[in-house]
């Protein structure tokens, strides 16, 4: 039994889909499933791993700017 890598990967921090990234020639490309990764639709990625590492960079920056801004009076 042979066994074949996927060509299609969930991306998933803190229980939200980010995206999914599908297999090609050149590496994998990632489709945004929330608004947030919008920054990372169509990106192209050496690895699953590189991606992944994307995405928490987005929501980390998300997360770092709503606790440096005020709060509203």
């Known amino acids: 039994m042979s066994h074949t890598p996927s060509n299609a990967y969930i991306i998933e921090i803190h229980d939200r889909t980010a ?3 599908t297999r090609d020639e050149r590496g994998f490309r990632f489709f945004s499933s929330e608004r947030l990764f919008d920054s990372l639709e169509g990106r192209q ?3 699953a791993r590189e991606a992944e590492r994307a995405a928490r960079a987005v ?3 998300r997360s770092r700017r ?3 801004q005020p ?3």
């Open 66 to 68: 709503a606790s440096s």
């Open 19 to 21: 995206g999914i990234i």
């Open 71 to 73: 709060f509203a009076n």
């Open 59 to 61: 929501l980390s920056q």
């Open 45 to 47: 990625f050496h690895s």
